[in-house]
């Protein structure tokens, strides 16, 4: 298994050598993930399921999954027919650190039998300065959400369930959790961007929103564009800035450079980010932790790794 960076000339001459399929993992499928994985040969999709953990997903529509969700249902769409060789484009990306893991062993373990696995990530580049600046938020910022639940329509189970969450200091928090377990809809409640079907939520001004961003791939422009909107949110007065999955596809510069400067933003700003980025968690000054949609833990980050098994100092596999 091999990582292609589009700035060295691997991402080429691998396509050269191997003329691999170029699976650009930003694929949308219709129907439920297990008709999907079954459309091949469904004895050969359990198995990958299996081993990819994500036989629960069956009966799940594809656009009602989570976005670590879809892309894990994309890699194992992808390795359904038996390729050759294959180049994933930025499988890892919206994954959390645990299926990560989990996903980079089995690829090696394909590899090891003789498929040729190429895969890009672009948090690999060393290349992509970029400098952000930000400007100081000057109102005083307020989240106020008091027992919020959240089904998503035609879903059995509530995405997010009598959640609470009440802040009104500047500071950086980030919602952490398994994929699925409701980040990005607990940020687009507080987001208003959707209404909570229990609860209340109040917010004493606009708040900015980013949603994560769904381009993904050799695409100069997306990443242009996702450098922009990074910036401009970073520049916005707006005392509440809400960021799902911010630094995903940044380079390594590029995301020094951004949290630096969120860090700065944080003084004079209230940010809440959903992520999986232990750099970022790393920076924050609070942690929420979300599984299955409820809060499990809410409160200083470094009490929270310290209580943390798998989100440690010492223990993080990242
Ligand atoms: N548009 C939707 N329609 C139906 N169900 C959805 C929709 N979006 C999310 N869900 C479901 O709500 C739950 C929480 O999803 P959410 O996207 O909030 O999780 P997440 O923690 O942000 O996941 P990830 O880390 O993968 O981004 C999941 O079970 C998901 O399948």
């Known amino acids: ?16 050598r191997y003329r691999p ?11 439920k993930v297990g008709h999907l994985l079954s459309s091949v040969d469904p004895f050969r999709g359990a198995e990958i399921a299996t ?6 997903l069956y009966p799940k529509r594809f656009d009602a999954c989570s976005s670590g969700e879809q892309q894990i249902v994309r890699v194992a769409y992808a390795l359904l027919d038996r390729p050759d060789s294959i180049v994933l484009i930025e499988p890892f990306r919206h994954l959390d650190s645990f299926r990560r893991e989990h996903l980079e062993m089995l690829l090696r373990r394909i590899s090891g039998i003789g498929v040729q696995i190429g895969f890009t990530e ?6 992509g300065e970029m400098t952000f600046t930000f400007n100081e938020s000057t109102t005083l910022p307020s989240i106020d959400a008091t027992d919020v639940s959240y089904r998503h329509p035609l879903q059995a189970t509530y995405a997010i369930d009598h959640v609470t969450v009440q802040m009104n200091e500047p ?4 919602i952490v959790g398994t994929n699925g377990s409701g980040k990005s809809t607990l940020l687009e409640l507080l987001a208003r961007s959707r209404r909570p079907l229990q609860g209340r939520i109040k917010r004493g001004e606009r708040a900015v929103y980013l949603p994560a961003d769904p381009e993904v791939g050799p695409f100069p422009k997306a990443e242009k564009r996702r450098g922009a909107q990074l910036q401009s949110v970073l520049h916005d007065p707006s005392g509440v800035l809400l960021l799902d999955e911010p630094t995903v596809d940044l ?7 951004f949290l630096e400067a969120l860090q700065q933003k944080a003084k004079s700003a209230l940010v809440v980010c959903a992520t999986h980025d232990m750099e970022l968690i790393q920076t924050a000054t609070d942690v929420i932790y979300l599984a299955n949609g409820q809060i499990v833990f809410q409160g200083d980050r470094i009490l929270f790794q310290d209580r943390s098994t798998l989100w440690s100092h010492t223990s993080s596999p990242s």
């Open 51 to 56: 081993l990819l953990q994500i036989d629960a």
């Open 21 to 31: 399929r170029v699976i650009e993992m930003n694929q949308s499928f219709s129907g």
């Open 122 to 127: 672009r948090a690999k580049e060393s290349s």
């Open 1 to 16: 298994m091999q990582w292609l960076s589009y700035v060295d000339g691997s991402f080429e001459r691998f396509v050269e």
């Open 251 to 257: 380079t390594s510069g590029e995301r020094d450079a």
């Open 171 to 174: 500071g950086l928090t980030v």
